[in-house]
């Protein structure tokens, strides 16, 4: 059953920089994978994307901001986070999405296996 872990998170100022890791439990090589947060109160949703052909797909709210990327021989997929805001505080999650066609990603999570515990973000003064 596929699981994931994913940490890297911390109190960081506005402005500031965190690099986020998920790791999965067997090979993702296949599979798209996201990045979801939950902030206090509210749904969760989708962050970043990236497909088994490395293309991406990020939420407007991150583009140019937040990159993702992966490494396949480490199960490995990741978030760097640059110029951050109070308003990406939030737990952050990553799960298998949904593609098309065209191998392009959707920002949809599919549990399998269920969701991981997460890894807190906060954007504070």
């Known amino acids: 059953q596929l699981q994931f872990v994913e940490s890297g998170g911390g109190l960081v100022q506005p402005g500031g920089s965190l690099r986020l890791s998920c790791t999965a439990s067997?090979?993702?090589?296949?599979?798209?994978i996201g990045w979801f947060r939950q902030a206090p109160e509210k749904e969760r949703e989708g962050v970043s994307c990236i497909s088994s052909s490395n293309l991406s797909n990020s939420t407007d709210s991150v583009k140019g901001r937040f990159t993702i990327s992966r490494d396949n021989a480490k199960n490995a997929i990741y978030l760097e986070m640059n110029s951050l805001k109070s308003e990406d505080t939030g737990v952050y999650f990553c799960?298998?999405?949904?593609?098309?066609?065209?191998?392009?990603?959707?920002?949809?999570?599919?549990?399998?296996?269920?969701w991981g515990r997460g890894t807190q973000v906060t954007v504070s003064a």
């Open positions: 067997e090979s993702t090589f296949y599979y798209a």
């Open positions: 799960q298998v999405v949904p593609t098309d066609v065209k191998n392009m990603c959707f920002m949809i999570p599919l549990p399998l296996g269920g």
